[in-house]
């Protein structure tokens, strides 16, 4: 049986940023819903405020599809954008931890013909003969 703990090591995204291109699990911090641009200082505690983990990859550049250029920022598979805790964003990565690599492996993905060895590894499965 393959062993499936893994430990977590969570540093400050104010003190250290991960490698460019990078897949991290960052805990986002914000309110939702958002603020609008619209609205007054008076009315910036509207919404409810959320800390959550979410997989992301750290980026040095990263171009929106709008064109806008970013740097030293997390980018879900959404595309959304989120700048480190301290810089102006409405949603900041407070944390970053590296994401566990696969099931008895050592990477964090596999692909082609590569998947069927690397899952009857990590189910401790014989080759099929």
């Not at 505690?45 to 959320?50: H, N, P, Q, V």
């Not at 700048?83 to 900041?92: C, F, H, I, K, V």
């Not at 990477?107 to 014989?126: F, I, K, M, S, Y």
Request: net charge negative; with cysteine; hydrophobic share 40%.
């Amino acid at each position: 049986m393959t062993k499936l703990n893994t430990v977590v090591t969570w540093i400050d995204a104010r003190e250290r940023l991960p490698r460019s291109g990078t897949p991290v699990a960052a805990a986002i911090t914000g309110r939702y819903p958002a603020d609008s641009a619209a609205e007054s200082e008076a009315d910036a505690a509207l919404g409810e405020e959320f800390w959550l983990v979410r997989p992301m990859v750290f980026t040095t550049l990263h171009w929106s599809e709008d064109g806008a250029e970013h740097r030293d920022c997390f980018v879900d598979s959404d595309g959304v954008v989120r700048l480190p805790y301290g810089l102006t964003s409405a949603e900041t990565v407070t944390h970053w931890a590296e994401l566990p690599t696969l099931p008895g492996g050592v990477t964090h993905g596999v692909l082609g013909e590569d998947v069927q060895p690397a899952l009857r590894n990590a189910w401790g499965a014989r080759p099929l003969t």
